[in-house]
């Protein structure tokens, strides 16, 4: 580890940021958080923030919000790898996506900039039932998505935080690519039942992405979010991803997380 050196977790308040930052800490890892609300800010669409928020950084967790798959995110990762090589960082853990082109070119351009990054690849979050935009739809007792019977490996938050901690205080994994998923397959159907089965009451229902655009829209949601949302319902989740893999085993020693357990230990979080 390199102890004197600060590590940035960028998306230091989101899912996987702030699980990393707070293991960081409590390994006694100097740890800045790269967030709007940080010291210093660090804002993605603010490029005059990114400088100071890499000064005496010798670690960077890249999440990039809202998703790689959104526009210009291809170009603002690589170019904040270079400018965080430029100023003396040694590793790069990007966090990645399963099956998604844009995140592919990510992880080159984030190579491209001079460091060996160690690529985090997770399929889909557990969390986000419980701390993104499905909260209250669970919440409500209807989850309605545009996704059918293919099956995804839910991967939980937590196992993508200690990968990435492993990744961030040593050198063993630079340039290596883990997939991350869950042990299981399971539908969106399935995952929803057993959050019900978790003491939450509510069920599945499968809609058109027509029909899941105009109710985000209805509801506030900004055309390019809905554009996005869409974009990762329909076209990632087209069963691509319809497999398990290793990558949480082979860095912790230990198979990753189930979906069940997620869902007994976030019940709280779907109370009214």
């Given at each position: 580890?390199?102890?004197?050196?600060?590590?940035?977790?960028?998306?230091?308040?989101?899912?996987?940021?702030?699980?990393?930052?707070?293991?960081?800490?409590?390994?006694?890892?100097?740890?800045?958080?790269?967030?709007?609300?940080?010291?210093?800010?660090?804002?993605?669409?603010?490029?005059?923030?990114?400088?100071?928020?890499?000064?005496?950084?010798?670690?960077?967790?890249?999440?990039?919000?809202?998703?790689?798959?959104?526009?210009?995110?291809?170009?603002?990762?690589?170019?904040?790898?270079?400018?965080?090589?430029?100023?003396?960082?040694?590793?790069?853990?990007?966090?990645?996506?399963?099956?998604?082109?844009?995140?592919?070119?990510?992880?080159?351009?984030?190579?491209?900039?001079?460091?060996?990054?160690?690529?985090?690849?997770?399929?889909?979050?557990?969390?986000?039932?419980?701390?993104?935009?499905?909260?209250?739809?669970?919440?409500?007792?209807?989850?309605?998505?545009?996704?059918?019977?293919?099956?995804?490996?839910?991967?939980?938050?937590?196992?993508?935080?200690?990968?990435?901690?492993?990744?961030?205080?040593?050198?063993?994994?630079?340039?290596?690519?883990?997939?991350?998923?869950?042990?299981?397959?399971?539908?969106?159907?399935?995952?929803?039942?057993?959050?019900?089965?978790?003491?939450?009451?509510?069920?599945?229902?499968?809609?058109?992405?027509?029909?899941?655009?105009?109710?985000?829209?209805?509801?506030?949601?900004?055309?390019?979010?809905?554009?996005?949302?869409?974009?990762?319902?329909?076209?990632?989740?087209?069963?691509?991803?319809?497999?398990?893999?290793?990558g949480v085993q082979r860095v912790l020693g230990r198979p990753p997380r189930d979906f069940?357990?997620?869902?007994?230990?976030?019940?709280?979080?779907?109370?009214?």
């Amino acid at each position: 580890m390199t102890e004197h050196l600060t590590t940035l977790v960028l998306g230091g308040t989101g899912k996987t940021g702030r699980r990393v930052a707070r293991r960081l800490t409590a390994l006694g890892v100097p740890t800045r958080i790269g967030s709007r609300a940080g010291a210093p800010p660090f804002d993605w669409t603010d490029r005059d923030t990114w400088a100071p928020a890499l000064r005496g950084a010798g670690a960077v967790y890249l999440a990039y919000q809202p998703d790689l798959a959104a526009p210009g995110a291809v170009e603002a990762v690589g170019d904040l790898a270079r400018l965080a090589v430029a100023h003396g960082v040694r590793r790069v853990v990007l966090l990645s996506g399963r099956g998604e082109p844009e995140a592919a070119e990510a992880e080159r351009a984030v190579a491209a900039g001079g460091v060996d990054p160690t690529v985090l690849r997770a399929s889909w979050f557990a969390q986000n039932f419980s701390e993104g935009h499905l909260v209250e739809p669970v919440r409500a007792g209807v989850l309605a998505l545009p996704v059918g019977d293919v099956p995804e490996p839910f991967v939980d938050a937590d196992d993508i935080a200690e990968v990435a901690v492993a990744a961030l205080t040593t050198d063993r994994h630079a340039g290596r690519t883990y997939e991350l998923t869950g042990p299981r397959l399971l539908t969106f159907a399935e995952a929803v039942a057993e959050i019900a089965a978790a003491g939450r009451p509510v069920r599945f229902v499968p809609v058109t992405s027509a029909a899941y655009a105009a109710e985000l829209t209805a509801a506030g949601v900004a055309a390019e979010e809905v554009a996005l949302l869409t974009y990762l319902f329909t076209e990632v989740l087209d069963g691509r991803n319809a497999r398990l893999d290793d990558g949480v085993q082979r860095v912790l020693g230990r198979p990753p997380r189930d979906f069940r357990a997620y869902a007994e230990q976030a019940a709280a979080a779907w109370r009214p």
